[in-house]
């Protein structure tokens, strides 16, 4: 009897560090996969400015949804319009689907103006080529919290903000889309992908993108306001 337990014991044990690696492949899949998602969108983006004067196209703060920048894309973005404007790990994307939204925003910083306490626009936004000093450091688009509503209004962040608190960033974008297992309280496992302008795509781990915020980085102001300041 003893045999047979310690057997059970160790063919369960087996089984778990199986369905562990299982798991952890799928996860790593669906990861590669939505990092091509966001190339081929990067793509898409710049194809658009090139063929508008360098302007890539507004998000929903500026124009109707059926004109902002995911809807804009679809000629570019081709047969599979679909199936790359939504994350393969996203939980609501089918419900994105239906709305006709995605599962990635764009970084405000670039694409939305900077707003005073009285209404007044303290900024213009910078969604122009030739306004972005750095493209390859700069910041694009992210994947979206699953917080957020699933309407297609959502489709950009409100990054100014990010400075205050951890909890600020997860309100717009989901650090840990990436991971296996339920997410932990303060989202810091696990990873996401990172678009940035020139159209590379970066995969960070929560942890790592948590401790910058807390140190004072706002990773999604662009590297020259940055350093103005």
Same mark, same amino acid.
Not at 6 to 11: L, S
Not at 45 to 50: E, G
Not at 121 to 149: G, K
Not at 191 to 219: M, P
């Given at each position: 009897?003893?045999?047979?337990?310690?057997?059970?014991? =160790?063919?369960?044990?087996?089984?778990?560090?199986?369905?562990?690696?299982?798991?952890?492949?799928?996860? @790593?899949?669906?990861?590669?996969?939505?990092?091509?998602?966001? $190339?081929? =969108?990067?793509?898409?983006?710049?194809?658009?400015?090139?063929?508008?004067?360098?302007?890539?196209?507004?998000?929903?703060?500026?124009?109707?949804?059926?004109?902002?920048?995911?809807?804009?894309?679809?000629?570019?973005?081709?047969?599979?319009?679909?199936?790359? &404007?939504?994350?393969?790990?996203?939980?609501?994307?089918?419900? @994105? %689907?239906? @709305?006709?939204?995605?599962?990635?925003?764009?970084?405000?910083? =670039?694409?939305?103006?900077?707003?005073?306490?009285?209404?007044?626009?303290?900024?213009?936004?910078?969604?122009?080529?030739?306004?972005?000093?750095?493209?390859? %450091?700069?910041?694009?688009?992210?994947?979206?919290?699953?917080?957020?509503?699933?309407?297609?209004?959502?489709?950009?962040?409100?990054? %100014?903000?990010?400075? $205050?608190?951890?909890?600020?960033?997860? &309100?717009?974008?989901?650090?840990? &889309?990436?991971?296996?297992?339920?997410?932990?309280?303060?989202?810091?496992?696990?990873?996401?992908?990172?678009?940035? =302008?020139?159209?590379?795509?970066?995969?960070?781990?929560?942890?790592?993108?948590?401790?910058?915020?807390?140190?004072?980085?706002?990773?999604?102001?662009?590297?020259?306001? &940055?350093?103005?300041?």
């Amino acid at each position: 009897m003893v045999e047979v337990l310690v057997a059970v014991a =160790i063919i369960a044990a087996l089984a778990a560090l199986g369905m562990g690696a299982v798991f952890s492949g799928i996860a @790593r899949a669906k990861q590669v996969h939505c990092a091509s998602n966001m $190339r081929q =969108i990067g793509v898409a983006l710049t194809a658009h400015a090139v063929n508008n004067n360098g302007f890539f196209p507004e998000t929903t703060h500026t124009v109707a949804v059926n004109k902002a920048w995911i809807a804009a894309l679809e000629d570019e973005m081709g047969p599979h319009y679909d199936e790359l &404007r939504l994350c393969p790990a996203d939980p609501y994307r089918e419900e @994105r %689907r239906e @709305r006709g939204g995605t599962s990635y925003i764009l970084n405000s910083f =670039i694409f939305v103006p900077e707003i005073g306490p009285f209404g007044e626009e303290l900024s213009s936004p910078c969604n122009n080529m030739q306004c972005i000093d750095e493209p390859a %450091r700069t910041l694009m688009a992210f994947i979206v919290s699953e917080d957020q509503t699933v309407e297609a209004t959502m489709d950009h962040t409100h990054s %100014r903000g990010w400075t $205050r608190s951890w909890e600020s960033v997860l &309100r717009d974008i989901q650090p840990d &889309r990436h991971r296996t297992g339920r997410p932990d309280s303060d989202h810091s496992k696990g990873s996401a992908n990172y678009l940035f =302008i020139d159209g590379h795509v970066e995969t960070w781990k929560a942890s790592d993108a948590k401790q910058r915020i807390e140190s004072g980085e706002n990773f999604a102001e662009p590297p020259s306001l &940055r350093e103005d300041t």
